[in-house]
C-alpha cells in the first residue's frame, strides 16, 4: 500500500502541537508513528476547553483542501454522490482545530432556516467567472437602496460556513439595512475546497490577478459596475481563512478596498505550503517580513482574535497588524473594557497625526475562535463579545477613502 495512505494524522497534530516538527514531517514522509496520546479524539473531560471539529491539512490525496468530519458519525467525506477517494483515511482525521472552549459559543448547524429579508431589501444570489474559475456569491441590497452611490462591504465566511450561515452569524445584514450599505458574500466552491475554506495557504491564490483573490476581486468589480457603489469606500472582511483571505485581498488589491478586517486570521503570506500552514495556525510565521505578502504603504486594518482560539494562533493578529502597518509612524494608545455579555478585551488602536485610527486590534480575553458578537443563528459565534461587525463598520467608515483604480 502506498505509504502516505498509512499516514497517522493524529500523532502528526499532536506532535505539531507539542512542537516537534521534524518527527510530525517524519510521519508525513511515511515513518512508522508512535501511539496517539490517550484523548486525541477530543472527548470532553471535566474542566477541558470543549469538542472540536475534526480537521485534516491539505495533503497530496486532498488536493488543496482543509478537510473536515460532520457533527456526530456521519462522515463529510461520504456525501452521497460524491465519491470517496480517501478510503478508510476518511475515517480518522486528526482534530487540529475548531475548539469551542465557552459555554456561549454557537454550535455549527448544517441546515438553516431561510434569511429573513425586510421589505423593499433584496438577498439574491449570482455568479462571476473569468480564467480562473467562477464562484457563486449572494449580495444583500438594503431597502434603502435608491440609486444613491453606497459603501460595499465583502464578507469572506469561514470553513464549512455558506453565505447565508455567515450573514446569520455576523449579522451584516441587519447593521447594512440600519446603516444603508451593500454586502456581498461570496461562497468558496466545494469542488476548490472540500470543506469550503478559501485555500490562503496556496502561493497560486495569494497573487494580484491570479486564482482566488482574481475571483474576488472580480466579483467586488461585478457589483460595482451593476449598483451604484461609492467606489471609495470599499471594504472586505472575513473570518478563520475568510480572515486570511481578506489579508491577501488587502496586501494584493489595496488600490480596491479602503481597509479590511480579519477575524480569527492569519497574515498574507504567512504560509506557502502543507508544513508550513500547520505551522502558521500554531505559532505564526517566524519570517513574515520576507513573505510575499509585504506591504508598501498601511493598510487601514481591524482585527479581532480570541486569546483562548486553538485553531489559529492568536499571534498571527499580531502578525496581520504589523503587516498591515508597514513603515508607517503611528501613535498608540491602549484600552481595555468588558462586553455586555462578560467577555473582557484590550483593544489597541494606533492612530495618524490627524488622529484618525489606521490600525486596530481586538484582543478577546477568553475567547476562542469564533466571529465576536455575533448571533446563535449561526455558526462560530461568540454572541458574549463585542460586536465585531458593528465595530469593523464603524472602523470602516472612518477610514481615508482607497485610491480608486480598478
Known amino acids: 500500500m502506498n505509504a502516505r495512505l498509512n499516514i497517522n494524522m493524529l500523532e502528526v497534530t499532536r506532535l505539531t502541537r507539542d512542537g516537534r516538527i521534524d518527527e510530525a514531517m517524519a510521519i508525513l514522509r511515511g515513518a512508522t508513528p508512535s501511539a496517539p496520546s490517550s484523548n486525541s479524539r477530543g472527548n470532553t473531560q471535566p474542566g477541558s476547553k470543549g469538542p472540536t471539529i475534526e ?14 468530519r460532520k457533527w456526530g458519525n456521519a462522515d463529510l467525506l461520504d456525501n452521497p454522490g460524491r465519491p470517496n477517494t480517501l478510503g478508510d483515511l476518511g475515517k480518522s482525521w486528526p482534530q487540529i482545530g475548531l475548539g469551542r472552549g465557552l459555554e456561549g459559543l454557537a454550535r455549527p448547524t448544517m441546515y438553516r432556516a431561510p434569511i429573513a429579508v425586510p421589505d423593499g431589501a433584496q438577498f439574491g444570489e449570482y455568479v462571476f467567472a473569468n480564467q480562473a474559475g467562477s464562484r457563486a456569491y449572494k449580495l444583500y441590497i438594503p431597502s434603502g437602496y435608491n440609486q444613491q452611490p453606497l459603501p460595499l462591504v465583502v464578507m469572506l465566511h469561514g470553513c464549512r460556513q455558506s453565505p447565508d450561515d455567515f450573514a446569520a452569524g455576523t449579522r451584516m445584514n441587519d447593521l447594512a439595512e440600519e446603516g444603508t450599505f451593500l454586502v456581498v458574500y461570496p461562497a468558496q466552491a466545494q469542488s476548490a475546497n472540500i470543506s469550503k475554506c478559501w485555500n490562503w495557504f496556496s502561493p497560486a491564490d495569494q497573487q494580484r490577478d491570479e486564482g482566488e483573490p482574481s475571483l474576488l476581486a472580480g466579483i467586488t468589480r461585478q457589483v460595482i459596475r451593476d449598483l451604484r457603489v461609492d467606489g471609495e469606500r470599499v471594504y472586505i472582511a472575513g473570518l478563520s481563512a475568510g480572515g486570511a483571505a481578506a489579508a491577501i485581498m488587502g496586501a494584493t488589491y489595496p488600490d480596491l478596498y479602503a481597509a479590511i478586517g480579519v477575524h480569527s486570521g492569519l497574515a498574507c503570506g504567512a504560509a506557502s505550503d502543507i508544513p508550513s500552514a500547520f505551522t502558521a495556525m500554531r505559532q505564526g510565521r517566524s519570517d513574515l517580513a520576507r513573505a510575499p505578502g509585504r506591504v508598501e504603504r498601511a493598510i487601514p486594518t481591524i482585527v479581532f482574535h480570541g486569546d483562548h482560539d486553538t485553531t489559529v494562533n492568536p499571534v498571527n493578529g499580531d502578525q496581520v497588524i504589523a503587516q498591515s502597518k508597514a513603515t508607517a509612524d503611528l501613535r498608540t494608545t491602549v484600552t481595555t473594557g468588558e ?15 490627524n488622529g484618525r485610527s489606521v490600525l486596530e486590534q481586538w484582543v478577546l480575553h477568553g475567547a476562542g475562535h469564533a466571529w465576536s458578537g455575533g448571533s446563535t443563528a449561526g455558526s462560530y459565534t461568540e454572541p458574549r463579545g463585542p460586536d465585531a461587525s458593528r465595530e469593523m463598520m464603524r472602523f470602516f467608515l472612518q477610514c481615508p477613502p482607497a485610491v480608486a483604480s480598478r
Do not use: N
Not at 60 to 68: E, I, Q, R, V
Not at 339 to 353: F, H, K, M, N, V
Open 55 to 68: 480537521m485534516a491539512a491539505p495533503s497530496s490525496l486532498t488536493g488543496k483542501s482543509w478537510t473536515f
Open 339 to 353: 462586553a455586555s455579555g462578560g467577555i473582557r478585551y484590550t483593544c489597541t488602536l494606533q492612530a495618524d497625526e
